[in-house]
């Protein structure tokens, strides 16, 4: 029994030997259900390259019909990553045709089956175009392979990032154009325009960069019959032409014209050339230079050499690919690419950026040259069939040793991407038990005052009424505003604290709280305030700031280290009163916004910049002759010890103490 179930499975392994088409449907199969099962195995909560959580955000607004990401009201409070606020839409720096990738799948009922569906399409485009360029289908089935077994194709074929559908729509392009000059079919010209306009649309420099060398091929291969080649490029231009007339419509939309692309709108450094660049206002500048380029382009081909299929062994393939017999063809042209991104990128400064030790490329792969797969593996393949054709055993072992290397490499990179899913999965434990409430929750601006920027687990609705809504928490004045819009939701403040964030290892120290926010409403808001002096200072001041003004209270100019002082204040629109002695009281009008509860200690008297011990901020409005506060405010400084001064207003549902956190 066990001698026939071997021959039966040998039969199916040399009968899809036999017919190279079933091999690559399989292999397409397959690498859609890695791109579908690894994608929410290893980046439930996105990658660190926080531009998926951008293209989801897009995705999800087409879906639901809009052009734009629509803002609420308080736009500032929900700005995401990459954007600027245009009137009562944010508009978002990149283009919409990989979040349209991902609304396939938004529709299908899950957006990762979009990564699916890109991945599957992308395998067998690669052995459509390596039949082109190679004329054999079996080499182009090998060279499918190596381009499905890449582990920098693999890796980027689960995430959100747009460089494989943006090379999904560069090989379709190649593929109708060597057909459509094959067979001087019109429809086949134009359907390459076409994919062409699109590509441009979606990533322009990357598709110039691997447009040129087969555009080149496209005008000397017909270079002796120009009547020919004149009629092949008008069908090339009119598929071209609905595409880009899209994009210079989006453009108009975006910007107010068809010629600025909202690419460099959030950012103007943000472009191509050296000098000073950067990506968003709230980072630093960078001076690029020449060097830096080299030095970035120099590091992307030496990964990408890496994370090709087999690792250095298939640079010695594709070195015997291109000593190959076959001359002319568009395969010496393919082969440009390699030339032509890497010179390209050189004037980038995100190849620098990404590049350093320790950056994106490190756990993501050298991603921007995801086009030089392509010339890399369809040339390998070719070296290594002739390489087979002359020795089997050692063919055998290179292939074994292909897939130990870039297995190993693989694993690498999925382990060190799952070192960062564990520790998004134990901060953002700690909204577990509020995943049944309807709630907003603030999340501190970590990397600057955007939203998905870390935090690209937690993401808003298009409509910003699903069961959790984030808010950037832009200070207590703000939050409070931010609360009234939503009524009915219950608040809550998200926060790192004690360590960093994505360092590496991880930090230990590093935990997530989940403080409960409330609003108080009252005609008059009173409190005690209870505290000891915690300096041998004699002078202790307590200031309210209020509605444009401050009242500062002089409550003892005799004091000495450890005298206790408790009292009842009463806090008004219009007035403050401190119960107990008071030496003095001033009030004056100041420019802050909010209301501020300090308490200050000084040598000699107010006069003698009194040192602030202990201050808190809360948010405040009012509602008629109702005073609200956002309770418990912002802990700006404490020196008073472990217990709060304010403890009785301050404290979370009646009891006071530490706030819910992570280990």
Request: with cysteine; net charge positive.
């Amino acid at each position: 029994m066990a001698r026939q179930h071997a021959q039966g499975l040998g039969a199916v392994v040399r009968r899809i030997s036999r017919n190279p088409a079933v091999m690559v449907a399989l292999l397409a199969v397959a690498a859609a259900m890695w791109a579908v099962v690894a994608s929410r195995q290893v980046f439930p909560y996105l990658s660190d390259d926080h531009d998926e959580a951008i293209y989801l955000l897009q995705a999800d607004a087409l879906a639901h019909g809009h052009l734009f990401p629509p803002a609420p009201k308080h736009p500032e409070s929900f700005r995401p990553w990459l954007s600027v606020i245009s009137g009562d839409k944010y508009l978002l720096k990149y283009s919409p045709v990989h979040a349209s990738f991902i609304v396939l799948g938004i529709l299908a009922g899950s957006p990762r089956l979009a990564l699916g569906l890109i991945a599957g399409a992308a395998v067998v485009l690669a052995y459509l175009l390596a039949k082109e360029v190679l004329g054999d289908r079996k080499r182009a089935a090998l060279a499918s392979a190596f381009f499905a077994l890449s582990p920098l194709f693999l890796i980027q074929s689960v995430t959100f990032l747009p460089y494989s559908s943006s090379l999904l729509l560069l090989m379709a392009f190649a593929v109708a154009l060597l057909r459509g000059m094959r067979s001087s079919g019109r429809l086949w010209l134009w359907t390459g325009g076409f994919l062409l306009g699109v590509a441009v649309f979606a990533r322009p420099f990357d598709a110039v960069l691997f447009a040129a060398p087969l555009g080149l091929y496209f005008v000397i291969s017909s270079w002796a019959d120009r009547r020919k080649l004149f009629g092949q490029a008008v069908w090339l231009a009119l598929g071209a032409t609905l595409p880009i007339v899209a994009m210079l419509a989006y453009y108009w939309a975006a910007t107010g014209s068809p010629f600025r692309s909202p690419f460099s709108v959030l950012e103007p450094r943000d472009t191509l050339g050296f000098g000073n660049r950067k990506i968003t206002p709230f980072h630093p500048d960078l001076i690029f230079t020449p060097a830096h380029g080299l030095y970035g382009v120099i590091r992307h081909v030496v990964l990408t050499s890496f994370w090709c299929f087999g690792g250095l062994l298939i640079i010695g393939f594709l070195l015997a690919g291109l000593r190959g017999r076959q001359r002319g063809g568009p395969a010496p042209w393919l082969a440009l690419v390699a030339v032509t991104v890497p010179f390209g990128y050189l004037f980038f400064w995100g190849t620098f950026g990404t590049g350093l030790r320790g950056g994106l490329t490190a756990f993501l792969g050298p991603f921007y040259f995801l086009p030089l797969l392509v010339p890399v593996t369809f040339l390998a393949a070719r070296g290594f069939a002739n390489f087979w054709q002359r020795d089997r055993l050692l063919g055998v072992l290179a292939v074994v040793s292909m897939l130990t290397a870039s297995g190993f490499l693989l694993a690498k990179a999925v382990q060190a991407n799952l070192r960062a899913t564990k520790e998004d999965r134990i901060l953002y434990s700690t909204l577990a038990p509020i995943k049944d409430e309807r709630a907003i929750v603030f999340l501190q601006p970590l990397y600057g005052p955007t939203l998905l920027h870390p935090f690209t687990g937690l993401r808003n609705s298009h409509d910003y009424d699903g069961p959790t809504v984030y808010a950037l928490d832009l200070g207590e004045h703000q939050d409070l505003d931010v609360i009234d819009d939503y009524p009915g939701r219950v608040a809550y403040r998200f926060r790192l604290e004690g360590g960093d964030y994505r360092d590496n290892p991880p930090d230990p120290a590093l935990y997530s709280s989940l403080q409960p926010l409330r609003v108080v409403e009252q005609p008059r808001l009173r409190t005690t305030l209870s505290l000891q002096n915690p300096t041998a200072d004699p002078v202790v001041v307590v200031s309210v700031v209020m509605d444009g003004r401050r009242d500062t209270f002089v409550v003892d100019d005799q004091s000495y280290a450890g005298k206790p002082y408790r009292a009842s204040i009463g806090i008004g629109r219009d007035s403050v009163d401190l119960s107990g002695p008071v030496v003095s009281h001033v009030v004056e009008p100041v420019e802050q916004e909010g209301l501020v509860i300090s308490v200050s200690v000084a040598p000699k008297g107010i006069s003698e910049a009194p040192r602030t011990v202990y201050q808190r901020e809360f948010g405040w409005n009012a509602d008629g002759p109702l005073f609200r506060v956002l309770l418990p405010g912002y802990l700006a400084a404490n020196q008073l010890g472990p217990e709060d001064p304010l403890a009785e207003l301050v404290s979370t549902g009646g009891e006071q103490g530490d706030p819910p956190r992570t280990p």
